[in-house]
């Protein structure tokens, strides 16, 4: 049985991944090393020099591509720096339309660095196709979509939108950070490229800081290794092993983050003390029935409001979470807590933030695997 016809939870852990050809090691070795020797002048076995490639590296982007159902990946030294590498297919006067709720250190990238070398871009809510079709011209070259999006959890039409990227020959790239290839597959929706902070989900365990990209098509593939050889923003050996290392249990750690993130919701929801919770699962959020169509479970990435909020109680609870951790990222087996308008959102400046939801009282939970009931009790206890 080809590897490429495997189920998904086989995937996770064989997708792309043969023993060492050295030793026959079942795991990929850690190939900690810079350059490789060369029996003759040009003669090496597939590796001279490992920012063009190392075999730790190609383990994890074959795994990426595996899971993403793309015929080729590219990791590298964060999510960012994968970002960074797509936004380098584009050049001066190029146009990109984005989510207009976007990561917080996309927004920075793209406002604060990328404008500068004449690429503009533009935001949408992407809910409304029409408003979309109207924003592109003969300029536009890349849609940045990132859904769910963080942190207001709005669910965007992967489908629809790849239906007009493709009626204006622009590229789509999704950023599936939030969903994973486990509840979402962009290229399978239309989607030119997929990207990942596999810094959260994929590795999953808060312990390396790494990005990937996955694609299908060959020519956009060699684009982006070109990119990623002349810029040199790559994933080490070490973070390489680790987070194909967490990717091996993607499949059952989803499973366990989206029922938590399912029963914490819910909690939520019913809590006296709480105004609004966004989370996609709900019947009645805006966009529950294209995350019903388009994703395999809703997550475990919640915010919420409590009642008669500001920005001085907001912060007050999340100081009193015990087992949740204050802290930025999300994707970890551990539950943490965020505050956006202080934290991962702050550098988007206060209009734009109101302007999507993310006010001052917000809370982002990414909920973890522990005892759901625990999780609960601490919430509880921070909420009285
Ligand atoms: C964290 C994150 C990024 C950036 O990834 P890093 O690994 O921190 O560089 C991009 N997009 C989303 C949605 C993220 O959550």
């Known amino acids: 049985m080809g590897k490429k016809e ?17 030793y026959g090691a079942v795991m990929p070795p850690i190939y900690q090393t810079s350059t490789y020797a060369q029996p003759t002048p040009g003669g090496h076995k ?24 793309g015929n080729f990946g590219m990791a590298f030294g964060s999510g960012m720096a994968a970002i960074d590498a797509v ?5 001066p006067e190029d146009e990109v339309i984005c989510t207009s709720d976007l990561y917080g250190g996309s927004y920075r990238l793209f406002k604060g660095v990328f404008e500068k070398y004449g690429i503009k871009f533009l935001f949408s809510d992407m809910v409304n196709m029409e408003e979309l079709a109207m924003k592109i011209n003969q ?27 493709k009626e204006h020959k622009v590229l789509l790239a999704v950023d599936n950070t939030f969903a994973t290839p486990y509840l979402q597959q962009p290229l399978e929706l239309g989607a030119d490229i997929v990207m990942h902070s596999a810094t959260k989900y994929l590795g999953g365990h808060s312990d390396v800081i790494v990005g990937a990209l996955a694609v299908k098509d060959e020519k956009l593939a060699e684009q982006l290794y070109f990119i990623q050889k002349s810029s040199g923003g790559i994933s ?38 709480i105004d609004t919770v966004y989370w996609p699962g709900f019947e009645n959020h805006p966009n529950h029935d294209v995350a019903k169509k388009q994703m395999n479970g809703f997550g475990s990435m919640i915010s919420f409001v409590p009642k008669g909020g500001n920005y001085e109680n907001a912060i007050k609870i999340v100081e009193k979470l015990q087992l949740f ?29 109101e ?8 809370i982002r939970l990414s909920v973890g695997i522990e005892d759901v009931e625990d999780l609960i009790a601490d919430l509880e206890q921070a909420l009285n």
């Open 6 to 22: 495997l189920k998904f939870n086989s995937k996770a852990i064989h997708g792309g991944q043969q023993p060492d050809t050295a």
């Open 46 to 69: 597939g590796y001279e020099y490992s920012r063009g490639a190392n075999p730790t590296r190609t383990a994890l982007e074959n795994a990426v591509a595996s899971l993403e159902n």
């Open 87 to 91: 936004m380098k297919l584009l050049g």
């Open 139 to 165: 300029n536009t070259k890349l849609v940045w979509v990132e859904t769910p999006t963080n942190p207001m959890m709005n669910i965007i039409d992967i489908e629809e939108v790849s239906r007009i990227t």
């Open 236 to 273: 080490g050996p070490m973070d390489s092993f680790l987070t194909l290392r967490g990717i091996k249990t993607l499949h059952v750690r989803m499973q366990r983050h989206c029922e938590n993130g399912e029963s914490i919701a819910k909690y939520l929801e019913n809590h006296p003390k």
């Open 325 to 353: 951790t204050l802290a930025e990222s999300l994707g970890g087996v551990e539950s943490l807590a965020g505050h956006p308008a202080s934290m991962s959102h702050g550098s988007i400046p206060k209009e734009e933030r």
């Open 355 to 362: 302007k999507n939801g993310i006010v001052d009282a917000l």
